[in-house]
Protein backbone atom coordinates (compact mmCIF):
# COMPACT_ATOMS: atom_id res chain seq x y z
CA UNK A 1 0.00 0.00 0.00
CA UNK A 2 1.62 3.48 -0.90
CA UNK A 3 0.71 6.75 0.13
CA UNK A 4 -0.25 8.12 -3.51
CA UNK A 5 -3.00 5.62 -3.56
CA UNK A 6 -6.24 6.47 -5.20
CA UNK A 7 -7.11 8.96 -3.11
CA UNK A 8 -10.63 8.62 -4.00
CA UNK A 9 -10.78 4.90 -3.31
CA UNK A 10 -9.33 6.13 0.31
CA UNK A 11 -13.02 8.57 0.57
CA UNK A 12 -14.92 5.45 -0.48
CA UNK A 13 -13.39 3.33 1.86
CA UNK A 14 -13.93 5.78 4.68
CA UNK A 15 -17.65 6.05 3.68
CA UNK A 16 -18.04 2.37 3.08
CA UNK A 17 -16.69 1.90 6.89
CA UNK A 18 -18.86 4.67 8.36
CA UNK A 19 -21.97 3.42 7.08
CA UNK A 20 -21.56 -0.19 7.84
CA UNK A 21 -20.54 0.80 11.58
CA UNK A 22 -22.77 3.52 11.68
CA UNK A 23 -20.40 5.68 12.97
CA UNK A 24 -19.16 9.91 12.29
CA UNK A 25 -17.34 9.37 8.95
CA UNK A 26 -14.86 12.04 10.55
CA UNK A 27 -13.97 9.06 13.02
CA UNK A 28 -13.05 6.90 10.17
CA UNK A 29 -10.59 9.43 8.02
CA UNK A 30 -9.28 10.60 11.73
CA UNK A 31 -7.95 6.98 12.83
CA UNK A 32 -6.64 6.69 8.71
CA UNK A 33 -4.48 9.68 9.94
CA UNK A 34 -3.21 8.31 13.26
CA UNK A 35 -2.73 4.96 11.41
CA UNK A 36 -0.39 6.11 8.68
CA UNK A 37 1.41 8.37 11.59
CA UNK A 38 2.25 5.03 13.26
CA UNK A 39 3.10 3.45 10.27
CA UNK A 40 5.54 6.81 9.48
CA UNK A 41 7.33 6.70 12.53
CA UNK A 42 8.19 3.31 12.05
CA UNK A 43 10.19 4.53 9.50
CA UNK A 44 11.83 7.88 10.72
CA UNK A 45 12.06 6.56 14.36
CA UNK A 46 9.24 6.35 17.29
CA UNK A 47 11.21 10.16 18.28
CA UNK A 48 10.19 12.04 15.27
CA UNK A 49 6.94 13.39 15.94
CA UNK A 50 5.31 12.78 11.98
CA UNK A 51 1.68 13.75 11.26
CA UNK A 52 -0.94 13.02 8.54
CA UNK A 53 -3.80 15.06 6.97
CA UNK A 54 -6.15 13.92 5.13
CA UNK A 55 -8.25 16.40 2.83
CA UNK A 56 -12.07 14.54 3.33
CA UNK A 57 -13.33 16.54 -0.06
CA UNK A 58 -10.29 15.76 -1.81
CA UNK A 59 -8.68 12.11 -0.51
CA UNK A 60 -5.35 14.43 -0.64
CA UNK A 61 -3.19 13.08 1.93
CA UNK A 62 0.05 14.96 3.44
CA UNK A 63 3.04 14.03 5.57
CA UNK A 64 5.01 16.14 7.45
CA UNK A 65 7.00 16.09 10.19
CA UNK A 66 6.97 18.38 13.05
CA UNK A 67 10.35 20.31 14.60
CA UNK A 68 10.88 22.12 18.04
CA UNK A 69 12.48 25.69 17.43
CA UNK A 70 15.16 25.66 20.07
CA UNK A 71 18.89 27.36 21.23
CA UNK A 72 20.79 24.62 20.48
CA UNK A 73 19.82 21.31 18.29
CA UNK A 74 20.93 18.21 20.30
CA UNK A 75 18.51 15.94 18.09
CA UNK A 76 17.92 16.62 14.22
CA UNK A 77 15.24 14.58 14.09
CA UNK A 78 13.11 16.94 16.41
CA UNK A 79 14.82 20.02 16.83
CA UNK A 80 15.66 22.66 14.65
CA UNK A 81 17.76 25.98 15.16
CA UNK A 82 16.43 29.04 15.32
CA UNK A 83 18.08 30.57 11.84
CA UNK A 84 16.93 27.49 10.20
CA UNK A 85 13.74 28.04 11.12
CA UNK A 86 13.39 31.50 10.46
CA UNK A 87 14.65 30.74 6.78
CA UNK A 88 11.27 29.58 6.60
CA UNK A 89 9.22 31.29 8.93
CA UNK A 90 10.71 35.08 9.75
CA UNK A 91 8.33 34.59 12.91
CA UNK A 92 9.64 31.67 14.46
CA UNK A 93 10.83 31.67 18.17
CA UNK A 94 12.18 29.44 20.37
CA UNK A 95 9.49 26.69 21.43
CA UNK A 96 7.87 27.37 17.86
CA UNK A 97 6.90 23.98 15.91
CA UNK A 98 7.84 24.03 11.86
CA UNK A 99 6.44 21.94 9.56
CA UNK A 100 8.85 19.50 7.56
CA UNK A 101 6.97 18.28 4.51
CA UNK A 102 8.20 14.72 3.97
CA UNK A 103 7.97 12.37 0.94
CA UNK A 104 5.42 9.35 0.48
CA UNK A 105 6.35 6.37 1.86
CA UNK A 106 6.09 2.64 0.13
CA UNK A 107 4.30 0.70 3.30
CA UNK A 108 6.07 -2.67 4.34
CA UNK A 109 3.67 -6.07 5.19
CA UNK A 110 4.42 -5.02 9.33
CA UNK A 111 3.80 -1.46 9.01
CA UNK A 112 0.70 -1.51 6.78
CA UNK A 113 -0.93 -4.65 9.15
CA UNK A 114 -0.54 -2.08 12.00
CA UNK A 115 -1.79 0.39 10.60
CA UNK A 116 -4.56 -1.75 9.94
CA UNK A 117 -4.63 -2.99 13.48
CA UNK A 118 -4.78 0.94 14.64
CA UNK A 119 -7.36 1.43 12.17
CA UNK A 120 -9.83 -1.41 13.89
CA UNK A 121 -9.20 -0.45 17.03
CA UNK A 122 -10.29 3.06 16.54
CA UNK A 123 -13.21 2.37 14.63
CA UNK A 124 -14.36 -0.58 17.05
CA UNK A 125 -13.81 2.31 20.09
CA UNK A 126 -16.10 4.76 17.95
CA UNK A 127 -18.60 1.96 17.39
CA UNK A 128 -18.80 0.71 21.15
CA UNK A 129 -19.08 4.75 21.84
CA UNK A 130 -21.81 4.90 19.65
CA UNK A 131 -24.22 1.96 20.96
CA UNK A 132 -23.15 3.04 24.81
CA UNK A 133 -24.29 6.83 23.94
CA UNK A 134 -27.55 5.66 21.80
CA UNK A 135 -29.07 2.57 24.63
CA UNK A 136 -27.87 4.64 27.73
CA UNK A 137 -30.97 6.53 27.12
CA UNK A 138 -33.32 4.37 26.47
CA UNK A 139 -33.05 2.54 30.01
CA UNK A 140 -36.87 2.06 30.50
CA UNK A 141 -37.90 1.76 27.17
CA UNK A 142 -38.84 -2.20 25.45
CA UNK A 143 -37.19 -3.10 22.27
CA UNK A 144 -37.53 -5.73 19.43
CA UNK A 145 -35.02 -8.36 18.96
CA UNK A 146 -34.16 -11.42 17.29
CA UNK A 147 -32.54 -14.52 19.43
CA UNK A 148 -28.97 -14.74 18.45
CA UNK A 149 -27.43 -17.62 20.21
CA UNK A 150 -28.49 -19.25 23.63
CA UNK A 151 -25.62 -19.70 26.06
CA UNK A 152 -26.04 -21.40 29.70
CA UNK A 153 -29.67 -20.15 29.63
CA UNK A 154 -28.68 -16.59 29.04
CA UNK A 155 -30.22 -15.60 25.70
CA UNK A 156 -28.45 -12.98 23.53
CA UNK A 157 -30.55 -10.66 21.27
CA UNK A 158 -29.25 -9.02 18.34
CA UNK A 159 -31.37 -5.69 18.46
CA UNK A 160 -29.96 -4.34 14.97
CA UNK A 161 -27.54 -1.62 16.29
CA UNK A 162 -26.32 -3.42 19.00
CA UNK A 163 -26.45 -6.67 21.04
CA UNK A 164 -28.15 -7.63 24.59
CA UNK A 165 -28.26 -10.01 26.83
CA UNK A 166 -31.51 -11.38 29.14
CA UNK A 167 -30.16 -13.18 31.88
CA UNK A 168 -31.81 -16.27 32.60
CA UNK A 169 -33.21 -15.03 35.89
CA UNK A 170 -34.76 -12.42 33.74
CA UNK A 171 -36.76 -14.41 31.89
CA UNK A 172 -40.06 -15.98 32.75
CA UNK A 173 -40.44 -19.72 34.06
CA UNK A 174 -40.69 -22.34 31.59
CA UNK A 175 -39.93 -19.53 28.58
CA UNK A 176 -37.70 -20.94 25.84
CA UNK A 177 -35.85 -19.45 23.18
CA UNK A 178 -34.31 -20.60 20.33
CA UNK A 179 -32.06 -19.07 17.45
CA UNK A 180 -33.91 -16.65 15.00
CA UNK A 181 -36.79 -16.26 17.44
CA UNK A 182 -38.12 -13.18 17.59
CA UNK A 183 -37.98 -11.55 21.54
CA UNK A 184 -39.48 -8.17 23.01
CA UNK A 185 -38.55 -7.32 26.33
CA UNK A 186 -37.50 -4.36 28.42
CA UNK A 187 -33.84 -2.24 28.50
CA UNK A 188 -33.23 -2.20 32.86
CA UNK A 189 -29.71 -1.47 32.63
CA UNK A 190 -26.67 -0.24 30.08
CA UNK A 191 -23.45 -0.08 31.24
CA UNK A 192 -19.72 0.91 30.02
CA UNK A 193 -17.67 -2.28 30.26
CA UNK A 194 -13.80 -2.88 28.43
CA UNK A 195 -15.42 -5.49 26.27
CA UNK A 196 -18.19 -3.31 24.91
CA UNK A 197 -21.19 -1.76 26.56
CA UNK A 198 -23.53 -4.14 27.79
CA UNK A 199 -27.13 -4.08 27.55
CA UNK A 200 -29.71 -5.82 29.88
CA UNK A 201 -33.10 -6.54 29.14
CA UNK A 202 -36.09 -8.33 31.53
CA UNK A 203 -39.11 -10.18 30.88
CA UNK A 204 -39.69 -9.99 34.45
CA UNK A 205 -39.66 -6.42 35.31
CA UNK A 206 -42.43 -4.80 37.06
CA UNK A 207 -42.27 -2.17 34.46
CA UNK A 208 -41.95 -4.75 31.56
CA UNK A 209 -45.90 -4.80 32.23
CA UNK A 210 -46.40 -1.42 32.76
CA UNK A 211 -44.84 -0.52 29.41
CA UNK A 212 -46.69 -3.16 27.29
CA UNK A 213 -49.74 -1.36 29.15
CA UNK A 214 -48.82 1.73 27.32
CA UNK A 215 -48.57 0.18 24.24
CA UNK A 216 -51.81 -1.35 23.99
CA UNK A 217 -53.57 1.41 26.08
CA UNK A 218 -53.70 4.92 24.33
CA UNK A 219 -54.93 6.42 27.75
CA UNK A 220 -51.69 5.39 29.28
CA UNK A 221 -49.92 6.80 26.09
CA UNK A 222 -52.05 9.87 26.49
CA UNK A 223 -51.76 10.34 29.74
CA UNK A 224 -55.22 10.31 30.40
CA UNK A 225 -54.68 6.87 32.85
CA UNK A 226 -51.65 6.64 34.90
CA UNK A 227 -49.88 3.41 36.51
CA UNK A 228 -49.05 4.24 39.63
CA UNK A 229 -47.94 0.67 40.91
CA UNK A 230 -47.20 -2.62 39.47
CA UNK A 231 -45.89 -5.83 41.36
CA UNK A 232 -45.69 -9.28 40.01
CA UNK A 233 -45.32 -12.71 40.55
CA UNK A 234 -43.28 -13.37 36.65
CA UNK A 235 -45.22 -16.15 35.07
CA UNK A 236 -47.79 -16.71 37.32
CA UNK A 237 -49.97 -13.40 38.66
CA UNK A 238 -49.65 -9.65 38.46
CA UNK A 239 -51.34 -6.69 40.16
CA UNK A 240 -51.41 -3.55 38.50
CA UNK A 241 -52.61 -0.13 40.06
CA UNK A 242 -54.03 2.67 37.52
CA UNK A 243 -55.92 5.82 38.16
CA UNK A 244 -57.65 8.10 35.81
CA UNK A 245 -56.73 11.45 35.36
CA UNK A 246 -60.50 12.10 33.19
CA UNK A 247 -63.13 11.25 35.27
CA UNK A 248 -65.27 10.35 32.63
CA UNK A 249 -62.67 7.60 31.68
CA UNK A 250 -62.42 4.58 33.43
CA UNK A 251 -59.18 3.79 34.44
CA UNK A 252 -59.41 0.05 34.72
CA UNK A 253 -62.36 -0.41 31.61
CA UNK A 254 -59.70 1.28 29.50
CA UNK A 255 -57.22 -1.42 30.52
CA UNK A 256 -59.49 -4.20 30.15
CA UNK A 257 -60.33 -3.00 26.78
CA UNK A 258 -63.33 -4.70 24.43
CA UNK A 259 -63.83 -8.25 25.78
CA UNK A 260 -60.59 -8.32 27.34
CA UNK A 261 -58.95 -7.34 24.06
CA UNK A 262 -56.27 -5.04 25.71
CA UNK A 263 -55.50 -7.01 28.74
CA UNK A 264 -55.07 -10.16 26.67
CA UNK A 265 -52.68 -8.80 24.15
CA UNK A 266 -50.19 -8.20 27.50
CA UNK A 267 -51.26 -11.98 28.99
CA UNK A 268 -50.43 -13.49 25.63
CA UNK A 269 -46.97 -11.72 25.58
CA UNK A 270 -45.67 -12.70 29.56
CA UNK A 271 -46.90 -16.66 28.59
CA UNK A 272 -50.39 -16.76 30.32
CA UNK A 273 -49.72 -14.23 33.61
CA UNK A 274 -53.01 -13.90 35.21
CA UNK A 275 -52.88 -9.86 35.69
CA UNK A 276 -55.65 -7.79 38.54
CA UNK A 277 -56.37 -4.31 37.53
CA UNK A 278 -57.30 -2.40 40.62
CA UNK A 279 -58.04 1.68 40.79
CA UNK A 280 -55.93 3.47 42.78
CA UNK A 281 -57.09 5.60 45.85
CA UNK A 282 -54.66 7.80 47.83
CA UNK A 283 -56.24 6.52 50.97
CA UNK A 284 -54.18 3.94 51.96
CA UNK A 285 -57.07 1.65 53.63
CA UNK A 286 -59.37 1.81 50.47
CA UNK A 287 -55.73 0.93 48.10
CA UNK A 288 -55.10 -1.90 49.81
CA UNK A 289 -58.96 -3.04 50.76
CA UNK A 290 -58.69 -2.55 46.67
CA UNK A 291 -55.30 -4.56 45.95
CA UNK A 292 -56.33 -7.65 48.20
CA UNK A 293 -59.20 -8.71 45.57
CA UNK A 294 -61.26 -10.50 44.88
CA UNK A 295 -60.79 -11.35 48.55
CA UNK A 296 -63.17 -8.98 50.81
CA UNK A 297 -62.29 -6.90 53.38
CA UNK A 298 -64.60 -6.64 56.84
CA UNK A 299 -62.59 -4.24 58.92
CA UNK A 300 -58.70 -2.56 58.18
CA UNK A 301 -56.34 -1.12 61.43
CA UNK A 302 -53.64 1.37 60.08
CA UNK A 303 -50.16 1.61 61.73
CA UNK A 304 -48.66 4.47 60.10
CA UNK A 305 -45.37 4.82 61.95
CA UNK A 306 -44.24 1.33 60.70
CA UNK A 307 -46.18 0.89 57.77
CA UNK A 308 -48.25 -1.99 58.85
CA UNK A 309 -52.22 -2.51 58.37
CA UNK A 310 -53.97 -5.19 59.71
CA UNK A 311 -56.77 -6.25 57.93
CA UNK A 312 -59.75 -8.52 58.99
CA UNK A 313 -61.80 -10.57 56.82
CA UNK A 314 -64.40 -13.08 56.96
CA UNK A 315 -63.64 -16.78 58.13
CA UNK A 316 -64.45 -18.24 54.78
CA UNK A 317 -62.59 -15.13 53.02
CA UNK A 318 -59.04 -15.81 54.48
CA UNK A 319 -57.99 -18.63 52.08
CA UNK A 320 -58.60 -16.44 48.95
CA UNK A 321 -57.44 -13.23 51.05
CA UNK A 322 -53.73 -14.81 51.40
CA UNK A 323 -53.92 -16.34 47.93
CA UNK A 324 -52.28 -19.56 46.92
CA UNK A 325 -48.63 -19.80 48.90
CA UNK A 326 -49.31 -16.29 50.69
CA UNK A 327 -49.19 -15.02 46.62
CA UNK A 328 -52.44 -12.64 46.86
CA UNK A 329 -51.36 -10.80 50.06
CA UNK A 330 -47.53 -10.58 49.48
CA UNK A 331 -48.32 -8.99 45.70
CA UNK A 332 -50.94 -6.48 47.82
CA UNK A 333 -47.88 -5.73 50.09
CA UNK A 334 -45.51 -4.81 46.98
CA UNK A 335 -48.14 -2.82 44.99
CA UNK A 336 -49.00 -0.92 48.51
CA UNK A 337 -45.56 -0.98 50.01
CA UNK A 338 -47.34 -1.54 53.33
CA UNK A 339 -47.13 -4.77 55.30
CA UNK A 340 -50.20 -6.51 55.53
CA UNK A 341 -51.45 -9.12 58.56
CA UNK A 342 -54.59 -11.33 57.63
CA UNK A 343 -56.71 -11.68 60.38
CA UNK A 344 -60.14 -13.55 60.12
CA UNK A 345 -63.11 -11.85 62.19
CA UNK A 346 -62.99 -14.51 64.77
CA UNK A 347 -58.80 -13.84 65.49
CA UNK A 348 -59.28 -9.91 65.99
CA UNK A 349 -62.15 -10.66 68.12
CA UNK A 350 -60.14 -12.94 70.27
CA UNK A 351 -57.09 -10.24 70.26
CA UNK A 352 -59.62 -7.26 71.24
CA UNK A 353 -60.88 -9.57 74.02
CA UNK A 354 -57.04 -10.28 75.33
CA UNK A 355 -56.60 -7.15 75.03
CA UNK A 356 -59.21 -5.86 76.83
CA UNK A 357 -58.25 -8.44 79.27
CA UNK A 358 -54.71 -6.98 79.84
CA UNK A 359 -56.15 -3.30 80.48
CA UNK A 360 -58.75 -4.51 82.88
CA UNK A 361 -55.73 -6.70 84.67
CA UNK A 362 -53.52 -3.62 84.82
CA UNK A 363 -56.08 -1.17 85.70
CA UNK A 364 -57.10 -3.64 88.94
CA UNK A 365 -53.66 -4.15 90.13
CA UNK A 366 -52.63 -0.69 89.55
CA UNK A 367 -55.91 0.95 91.50
CA UNK A 368 -56.66 -1.51 93.84
CA UNK A 369 -59.77 -2.31 92.37
CA UNK A 370 -62.23 -5.08 91.84
CA UNK A 371 -62.57 -6.90 88.66
CA UNK A 372 -66.23 -4.98 87.43
CA UNK A 373 -64.46 -1.47 87.57
CA UNK A 374 -61.46 -2.45 85.83
CA UNK A 375 -63.55 -3.94 82.85
CA UNK A 376 -65.58 -0.79 83.39
CA UNK A 377 -62.59 1.50 82.73
CA UNK A 378 -61.25 -0.85 79.81
CA UNK A 379 -64.72 -0.77 77.80
CA UNK A 380 -64.62 3.31 78.24
CA UNK A 381 -61.57 3.52 76.06
CA UNK A 382 -59.08 4.14 79.09
CA UNK A 383 -56.18 2.54 78.41
CA UNK A 384 -53.40 3.51 80.84
CA UNK A 385 -53.33 5.30 84.43
CA UNK A 386 -52.06 8.25 82.73
CA UNK A 387 -54.75 8.80 80.71
CA UNK A 388 -57.09 8.26 83.52
CA UNK A 389 -55.35 10.75 86.01
CA UNK A 390 -55.41 13.16 83.71
CA UNK A 391 -59.15 13.03 82.75
CA UNK A 392 -61.61 15.63 83.62
CA UNK A 393 -63.07 14.31 86.80
CA UNK A 394 -67.05 14.68 84.94
CA UNK A 395 -65.98 12.23 82.29
CA UNK A 396 -65.68 9.50 84.82
CA UNK A 397 -68.28 10.42 87.07
CA UNK A 398 -70.72 9.81 83.99
CA UNK A 399 -70.18 5.79 83.73
CA UNK A 400 -72.49 4.24 84.55
CA UNK A 401 -72.61 3.09 88.11
CA UNK A 402 -69.89 5.48 88.87
CA UNK A 403 -70.54 8.85 91.37
CA UNK A 404 -68.26 11.81 92.08
CA UNK A 405 -67.16 10.84 94.95
CA UNK A 406 -65.70 7.15 92.89
CA UNK A 407 -64.39 9.14 90.44
CA UNK A 408 -62.34 11.33 92.86
CA UNK A 409 -61.32 8.53 94.39
CA UNK A 410 -60.20 6.50 91.46
CA UNK A 411 -57.79 9.76 90.15
CA UNK A 412 -56.83 9.87 94.01
CA UNK A 413 -55.30 6.16 93.61
CA UNK A 414 -54.23 6.96 90.16
CA UNK A 415 -52.13 9.80 90.98
CA UNK A 416 -50.91 7.98 94.06
CA UNK A 417 -50.29 4.81 91.82
CA UNK A 418 -48.04 6.87 89.35
CA UNK A 419 -46.03 8.74 92.05
CA UNK A 420 -44.82 5.53 93.57
CA UNK A 421 -43.70 4.02 89.92
CA UNK A 422 -42.53 7.12 89.47
CA UNK A 423 -40.16 7.34 92.52
CA UNK A 424 -39.24 3.51 91.35
CA UNK A 425 -38.07 4.79 87.86
CA UNK A 426 -36.03 7.74 90.06
CA UNK A 427 -34.05 5.50 92.59
CA UNK A 428 -33.27 2.96 89.58
CA UNK A 429 -32.00 6.15 87.35
CA UNK A 430 -29.86 7.00 90.24
CA UNK A 431 -28.77 3.38 90.39
CA UNK A 432 -27.68 3.83 87.04
CA UNK A 433 -25.81 6.84 87.04
CA UNK A 434 -28.24 9.01 84.86
CA UNK A 435 -27.46 12.66 85.71
CA UNK A 436 -29.83 14.48 87.57
CA UNK A 437 -29.74 17.71 84.38
CA UNK A 438 -31.20 14.74 81.60
CA UNK A 439 -34.48 14.99 83.53
CA UNK A 440 -34.83 18.18 83.15
CA UNK A 441 -35.57 17.45 78.95
CA UNK A 442 -38.89 18.60 78.24
CA UNK A 443 -40.70 15.20 77.09
CA UNK A 444 -38.43 12.79 79.01
CA UNK A 445 -40.36 10.31 81.77
CA UNK A 446 -38.40 8.46 84.29
CA UNK A 447 -39.23 5.05 82.72
CA UNK A 448 -37.92 6.72 79.51
CA UNK A 449 -34.81 7.67 81.81
CA UNK A 450 -34.56 3.86 82.90
CA UNK A 451 -34.50 2.69 79.48
CA UNK A 452 -32.14 5.06 78.12
CA UNK A 453 -29.66 4.66 81.20
CA UNK A 454 -29.83 0.77 80.73
CA UNK A 455 -28.75 1.49 77.42
CA UNK A 456 -25.25 3.44 78.18
CA UNK A 457 -27.23 7.37 77.34
CA UNK A 458 -26.44 8.97 80.75
CA UNK A 459 -25.91 12.61 80.21
CA UNK A 460 -27.77 15.76 78.10
CA UNK A 461 -24.68 15.19 75.58
CA UNK A 462 -25.30 11.69 75.18
CA UNK A 463 -29.28 12.09 74.33
CA UNK A 464 -27.83 14.95 72.36
CA UNK A 465 -25.68 12.85 70.20
CA UNK A 466 -28.03 10.29 69.47
CA UNK A 467 -29.66 10.21 65.90
CA UNK A 468 -33.66 10.03 65.80
CA UNK A 469 -33.74 6.02 63.98
CA UNK A 470 -31.76 5.68 67.79
CA UNK A 471 -34.83 6.50 69.80
CA UNK A 472 -37.82 6.21 67.01
CA UNK A 473 -35.81 2.87 65.13
CA UNK A 474 -36.04 2.49 61.07
CA UNK A 475 -37.69 0.18 58.66
CA UNK A 476 -35.75 -1.45 55.45
CA UNK A 477 -37.33 -2.40 52.35
CA UNK A 478 -35.62 -4.84 50.68
CA UNK A 479 -37.16 -7.36 48.19
CA UNK A 480 -40.72 -6.37 48.67
CA UNK A 481 -40.10 -7.62 52.73
CA UNK A 482 -40.01 -4.73 55.26
CA UNK A 483 -37.28 -5.05 58.27
CA UNK A 484 -37.64 -3.63 61.26
CA UNK A 485 -35.01 -2.14 63.25
CA UNK A 486 -35.82 -1.16 66.77
CA UNK A 487 -35.22 1.92 68.90
CA UNK A 488 -34.19 2.51 72.10
CA UNK A 489 -37.58 4.18 72.51
CA UNK A 490 -39.73 1.54 70.89
CA UNK A 491 -42.61 0.52 72.99
CA UNK A 492 -43.07 4.51 74.43
CA UNK A 493 -45.61 4.62 71.35
CA UNK A 494 -43.51 8.05 70.46
CA UNK A 495 -43.76 9.36 66.83
CA UNK A 496 -40.53 10.19 64.90
CA UNK A 497 -41.48 13.89 65.01
CA UNK A 498 -41.47 13.55 68.99
CA UNK A 499 -38.24 11.37 69.36
CA UNK A 500 -36.40 14.25 67.13
CA UNK A 501 -38.07 16.50 69.75
CA UNK A 502 -36.57 15.23 72.39
CA UNK A 503 -33.07 15.20 70.81
CA UNK A 504 -33.21 18.77 70.12
CA UNK A 505 -34.74 19.50 73.50
CA UNK A 506 -31.10 17.86 74.88
CA UNK A 507 -28.73 19.44 72.04
CA UNK A 508 -30.38 23.55 72.87
CA UNK A 509 -30.04 22.19 77.22
CA UNK A 510 -26.39 21.00 75.99
CA UNK A 511 -25.68 24.45 74.18
CA UNK A 512 -24.85 22.92 70.60
CA UNK A 513 -27.84 24.68 69.05
CA UNK A 514 -29.43 28.10 70.19
CA UNK A 515 -32.30 29.15 71.26
CA UNK A 516 -33.70 31.24 68.69
CA UNK A 517 -33.00 28.32 65.74
CA UNK A 518 -34.64 26.22 68.13
CA UNK A 519 -37.52 28.17 68.41
CA UNK A 520 -37.70 28.55 64.35
CA UNK A 521 -38.04 25.11 63.50
CA UNK A 522 -39.85 23.68 66.51
CA UNK A 523 -42.23 26.51 68.28
CA UNK A 524 -45.71 25.62 67.12
CA UNK A 525 -47.85 28.91 65.19
CA UNK A 526 -49.12 30.41 68.15
CA UNK A 527 -45.87 30.14 70.20
CA UNK A 528 -44.03 31.88 67.47
CA UNK A 529 -46.84 34.46 67.37
CA UNK A 530 -46.65 34.77 70.67
CA UNK A 531 -42.89 35.49 70.16
CA UNK A 532 -43.42 38.30 67.68
CA UNK A 533 -46.09 40.00 69.92
CA UNK A 534 -43.51 40.49 72.71
CA UNK A 535 -41.62 43.81 72.82
CA UNK A 536 -38.13 43.77 71.62
Known sequence: ???????????????????????????????????????????????????????????????????????????????????????????????????????????????????????????????????????????????????????YGNVVADLGRGEAIVRRDEL??????????????????VRREPRGPQIFLSRTHPQFMAKLFAQEVPEIYDGIVEVKAVARDPGSRAKIAVISRDSSVDPVGACVGMRGSRVQAVVNELQGEKIDIIPWSPDVATFVV??????????????????????????????????????????????????????TEQEESERRQAEFEKRT????????????????LASEGFNSVEELSLVDRRDIASIEGFDDEMAGELQ???????????????????????????????GVTGKMLVTLGENGIKTVEDLAGCATDDLAGWTERKDGETTRNPGLLDGFELTREECELIIMQARLKAGWIKEAEFAAKYATPQQAEEGAEQPA
Open 172 to 189: LPREVFRNGDRIRAYIYD
Open 1 to 151: MAVSANRLELLQIADAVAREKAIDRGIVIAAMEDAIQKAARSRYGSETEVRAEINPKTGEMRLSRLLLVADQVENDATQISVEDARRRNPAARVGDYIAEPLPPLEYGRIAAQSAKQVIVQKVREAERDRQYQEFKDRIGDIVNGIVKRVE
Open 361 to 376: KMFMEALNVDEVVGQL
Open 412 to 442: TRAHDYLAKVEAEYDARRKELGVSDDLTEVP
Open 290 to 343: NALAPAEVAKVVLDEDRERISVVVPDQQLSLAIGRRGQNVRLASQLTGWDIDIL
